[in-house]
Nanobody, 114 residues
């Protein structure tokens, strides 16, 4: 059974930083994409960042220059370093992986206060 478990969500002031982590178990995604989506209250889930283990990461325009995605093959994890957070970044952040189908984590809450 594949599980994606996120951690690192918290309440932070605008301008602050957070690091989200997601560990996959039950499957390895070495040759597949992993990434992050988010869903703000009253809005649809949206893409944030994704990458293969090696290669150029992809980012949503709204987070370019502030967020950095990274992966650790040994730990089977994907991380999201979020800097210069804005109130508009407040959302539940979901870990995502794709291997013949989409896999999702349960989500971790990020709240940015002004």
């Amino acid at each position: 059974q594949v599980q994606l478990v996120e951690s690192g969500g918290a309440l932070v002031q605008a301008g602050g930083s957070l690091r989200l982590s997601c560990r996959a178990s039950g499957e390895t995604f070495t040759k597949n994409r992993m990434g992050w989506f988010r869903q703000a209250p009253g809005k649809q889930r949206e893409f944030v960042a994704r990458m293969f283990l090696k290669g150029t990461p992809e980012y949503a325009d709204s987070v370019k220059g502030r967020f950095t995605i990274s992966r650790d093959n040994v730990r089977n994890t994907v991380n999201l370093q979020m800097n210069n957070l804005e109130v508009e970044d407040t959302a539940v952040y979901y870990c995502w992986a794709y291997k013949f189908q989409d896999y999702w984590g349960q989500g971790t809450q990020v709240t940015v206060s002004s």
